[in-house]
């Protein structure tokens, strides 16, 4: 197996679509390889060290969530050094496609997971669905999962009505059901905003002894792009590989939180749509204590003190 640690220096930004493929499978080819897989579906393989990304990415994610619209797995080739093998989506296709099936045949036939000491298995939302579905054709392998779907079987989910448009595609054929393919699992780790009900549910679907559940409040329905803009995605994959992800482990690094206005600002809603005026304003006086610049919580301190004072002056007047 080639082993490079030479960073990948293609910048894959303002490219149009077609372009932006070109470009990203030479790359591959220069250091791996590259592989269509059908109408809607790619691989690319950057051959690099001993740990293994598998990723499983859309193609509107990437150009959207990295500056340099790239995939996720490289920077992991960057940083640490690891291999990177991305699979790759046009829109939301949890990978159902039985060209992406052959493709992990041929790989276990060829024996290419053999060649790596660790291989952790990433993904969010549908594409958690496919790193957990997918990751049985790697037995012992990792995988990080962030809001994964269990399945879209509408005889086990009927209750999710947001993906009513995949319900005729099946979920019950090869590699299917999430939950059950992580039994050759090692250990899998799934992430989710227990306020988010029906993300919530499938979490649930996940319940194994081989898999570790976090939950993120008021970390809304994009998880992973929030984990990206506060800088804890990189080191989330690290732990996850590692084996170093634990309950106490994940809640130290998700105490970043505490500085992202986001996160900030959904916990005041919370706060203000249970009526607990005093509460809130205890955190809109810690957030501007800490923060330089949050103005919202500035307002909503004024507007509370306001409130605070009209209501004392009523009291103080009906007392006389």
């Not at 679509?17 to 070109?22: N, R, S």
């Not at 204590?289 to 103005?295: G, M, V, Y």
């Not at 507007?303 to 009291?315: C, F, H, P, T, V």
Request: charged share 25%; aromatic share 10%.
């Amino acid at each position: 197996m080639q082993d490079t640690s030479a960073p990948i220096d293609t910048d894959l930004s303002g490219l149009d679509k077609a372009e932006w493929l070109t470009r990203l499978a030479d790359t591959a080819e220069a250091r791996g390889h590259f592989q269509p897989l059908g109408r809607k579906h790619a691989a690319a393989f950057i051959d690099a060290g001993s740990t293994l990304l598998v990723s499983f990415e859309s193609i509107q994610g990437i150009r959207a969530l990295s500056d340099a619209a790239r995939p996720i797995g490289w920077q992991m080739v960057d940083t640490n050094g690891w291999s990177s093998l991305t699979l790759i989506s046009e829109g939301d296709t949890w990978f159902r496609d039985p060209k992406v099936y052959g493709y992990f045949d041929a790989l276990i036939d060829d024996g290419f997971f053999d060649d790596f000491d660790t291989i952790l298995f990433y993904g969010a939302g549908p594409c958690g669905y496919a790193a957990a579905a997918f990751s049985v054709a790697a037995p012992g392998a990792k995988v990080l999962s962030i809001q994964p779907q269990a399945t879209l079987d509408p005889r086990v989910t009927e209750w999710d009505e947001r993906f009513t448009h995949m319900r005729r595609t099946s979920f019950t054929d090869r590699y299917g059901y999430a939950p059950d393919m992580l039994d050759a699992a090692a250990c899998a780790y799934v992430i989710y905003d227990p306020q988010v009900e029906l993300d919530a549910m499938h979490a649930a679907l996940f319940t194994r002894r081989n898999v570790d559940k976090y939950r993120l409040r008021f970390m809304g329905s994009a998880i992973q792009s929030e984990l990206i803009e506060m800088g804890l995605l990189i080191p989330l994959l690290s732990a996850a590989a590692d084996g170093t992800l634990d309950t106490q482990g994940f809640a130290q690094l998700m105490r970043a939180r505490r500085d992202h206005p986001p996160y900030l600002r959904a916990v005041l809603a919370h706060v203000d749509h249970h009526d607990r005026p005093g509460l809130a304003a205890m955190i809109c006086r810690n957030v501007l204590a800490r923060l330089d610049n949050a103005p919202r919580f500035a307002r909503r301190l004024k507007a509370l003190e306001r409130e605070s004072r009209d209501d004392n002056a009523g009291i103080s007047t009906d007392g006389a």
